[in-house]
């Protein structure tokens, strides 16, 4: 029989559209080479346009989910996107700390078009419970704003909010400086070594979903045992070719194309 691939969990909600969440981590790590798995935490409602409605799961739900997969099959890393409650978030806090793998953390809090999709009484849940599991977490500057009060308008702007997020305790912060003028510039860092990871910005406005396909990207890369420098780098990569590939969908803002290298 061949070897098994490299197995990444992700612990996140679904969006009905396809382009985000679940949908968009399940299609990257398969695009990636390995075996993605998944653990719901909520439900959407959600096109091209924006999200019309939203559902957690109950915390039990998620619990028996994940261990009924790490219990059997095991998993190289995990990745986690929208958690939407304090419950939630402490609750998976809880469940990686059990875990030994490393663990990719988007503390996702706004969708794409605007919606919130964590609540305000969950942030402080982030901060103590979630990020402290984090080997790496990927907040855009929105995220960045919710979880620090940092407003970053250029690239020492993203030192600073690199600097406030690591001191939430991820060993890593990878801040993502896609809302930012010019080139499409990140910042990954671990308080003493700084890696700046810049593309061409591409004119293409269908960029739903690259913060869950960054973020599953980096998981896939750590699960195939790559340093985290080396897993952002070839997330990065990916994600780039992903957005320039990004096609229509419905009358709003398309999904990038996750599938871009095999076509």
Request: aromatic letters at 4%; glycine letters at 12%.
């Amino acid at each position: 029989m061949p070897p098994s691939p490299p197995l990444v969990l992700t612990v996140a909600g679904s969006d009905s559209g396809g382009g985000a969440g679940i949908q968009a981590d399940l299609k990257t790590m398969l695009a990636l080479g390995v075996h993605g798995m998944s653990v719901l935490t909520a439900v959407t409602a959600q096109n091209s346009t924006g999200v019309q409605g939203a559902w957690e799961l109950p915390v039990e739900a998620v619990r028996a989910q994940y261990h009924s997969v790490v219990d059997d099959i095991g998993v190289h890393a995990v990745k986690t996107g929208m958690l939407a409650s304090a419950e939630l978030v402490e609750t998976v806090a809880e469940l990686l700390a059990a875990t030994d793998a490393p663990v990719v953390v988007d503390p996702v809090g706004i969708s794409k078009h605007g919606d919130s999709l964590l609540a305000a009484s969950a942030l402080d849940s982030v901060r103590t419970k979630l990020l402290p599991r984090a080997t790496v977490a990927t907040p855009n500057l929105d995220e960045v704003a919710q979880l620090t009060g940092i407003e970053v308008h250029d690239e020492p702007g993203m030192r600073r909010a690199a600097g406030a997020v690591l001191g939430f305790g991820p060993r890593w912060a990878l801040i993502k400086g896609g809302h930012l003028s010019g080139d499409a510039v990140d910042l990954l860092t671990d308080g003493s070594e700084e890696h700046w990871l810049r593309a061409t910005r591409h004119d293409n406005r269908h960029t739903h979903g690259t913060g869950c396909t960054l973020a599953s990207a980096v998981a896939a890369g750590l699960a195939m045992g790559m340093a985290v420098p080396e897993a952002v780098r070839e997330a990065k990569e990916y994600v780039t070719g992903a957005i320039a590939a990004g096609f229509a969908l419905g009358a709003g803002i398309g999904p990038v194309d996750h599938g871009w290298r095999l076509r």
